[in-house]
């Protein structure tokens, strides 16, 4: 079973940047689609960018052109800069695995990283 371990959280203000990892680890034997989702107290977690085994990004409208989603040539680690942060971007993130290739291969969650911005 794969374990997915966060880390680049913290606090920063406003303009700021931070980058955050998602390392896995364990057995992994499936393809894996990777996601970021943040959540802030009071409301419901939400997208945040996603890249596929392929390799290809996509980012939620609110974070375009400031974060910027990556991988390790290993795919074993995926990074999510993000640059130019605003106080509204202050939530907890949490990294998100869909695997495929099998019926053994589903979806497992990071254990979140806060993420705090002041103004």
């Known amino acids: 079973q794969v374990q997915l371990v966060e880390s680049g959280g913290g606090s920063v203000q406003a303009g700021g940047s931070l980058r955050l990892s998602c390392a896995a680890s364990g057995y992994i034997t499936c393809n894996y689609d990777m996601s970021w989702y943040r959540q802030a107290p009071g409301k419901e977690r939400e997208f945040v960018s996603a890249?596929?085994?392929?390799?290809?990004?996509s980012y939620a409208d609110s974070v375009k052109g400031r974060f910027t989603i990556s991988q390790a040539n290993a795919k074993m680690t995926v990074y999510l800069q993000m640059n130019s942060l605003k106080p509204e971007d202050t939530a907890m993130y949490y990294c998100?695995?869909?695997?495929?290739?099998?019926?053994?291969?589903?979806?497992?969650w990071g254990q979140g990283t806060q993420v705090t911005v002041s103004s």
């Open positions: 890249i596929d085994s392929g390799g290809r990004a």
């Open positions: 998100r695995a869909q695997g495929s290739g099998g019926s053994w291969c589903g979806v497992n």
